[in-house]
């Protein structure tokens, strides 16, 4: 029973640590000047701390919590390319969408190609923006941003599972990289645009992601699944 005792203590002390960290990350992310989510209202800040939290607490419950995180960063980073493939160029704020733009499977220009993009495959927003697309661009940052919280809040997970930081910053940043690339290929030959990977390389790459994304499961029956704890917490 004293054992029992033990490591329960034991894992909430974990939880509370990262519960921690998680806070002061999403305390600092709301209020960045850059980005959206400081433009939010607080019932929308704590709508995504709670399922943030909801998603540690089912992570730790897992009966593998490390392989739960890594699902967790493949569904997120994956969610995060699919958008932030337009925002990645040289100049921009984000650290981790400036260096994407020195990766070479990824031009950081494809925002140049935002006229000829947004009618294929943001055809509902392009429709309704005013002027310069400008709801277009709203909706890139928004659906970026929140997806980039997410995935962060994940690799503070992950660094505890790894021990080290720097390690789990490499590899979401590896990962992340394989994906924009992965995204921005897909919208290229959409979109009739020049590739930036040649035919082999990424036809190795789709065999990566498709791997990547058999492991990472449902992206459905997941948000269903933090949205659920989130609600009972």
């Not at 990262?18 to 980005?35: F, M, T």
């Not at 995504?48 to 919590?65: F, G, R, S, Y």
């Amino acid at each position: 029973m004293k054992v029992l005792d033990f490591n329960r203590r034991k894992l909430f002390s974990v939880a509370d640590a990262l519960q921690a960290r998680i806070s002061a990350y999403l305390y600092d992310a709301y209020a960045a000047d850059e980005g959206l989510l400081g433009d939010l209202d607080r019932w929308a800040q704590r709508r995504i701390t709670d399922e943030n939290m909801a998603k540690l607490a089912l992570v730790l419950a897992a009966d593998d919590p490390a392989e739960a995180c890594y699902r967790d960063l493949i569904r997120e980073i994956d969610t995060e390319a699919q958008t932030g493939i337009y925002l990645v160029r040289d100049d921009a704020t984000a650290a981790h969408l400036r260096d994407l733009a020195d990766d070479p499977g990824i031009s950081g220009t494809l925002y140049r190609h935002m006229d000829t993009v947004a009618p294929l495959i943001l055809a509902d927003e392009a429709r309704r923006s005013v002027g310069n697309l400008d709801l277009v661009w709203v909706t890139i940052r928004a659906y970026h941003d929140r997806a980039h919280v997410d995935a962060a809040v994940s690799e503070i997970i992950m660094s505890h599972f790894l021990q080290d930081a720097t390690a789990a910053h490499e590899m979401t940043n590896a990962m992340r990289a394989m994906h924009y690339s992965f995204h921005e290929d897909v919208v290229r030959r959409k979109c009739g645009l020049p590739a930036v990977l040649n035919d082999q390389d990424i036809r190795f790459l789709s065999i990566m992601i498709a791997e990547l994304a058999q492991r990472g499961g449902s992206y459905a029956d997941r948000a269903d699944a933090i949205l659920a704890k989130a609600i009972t917490n």
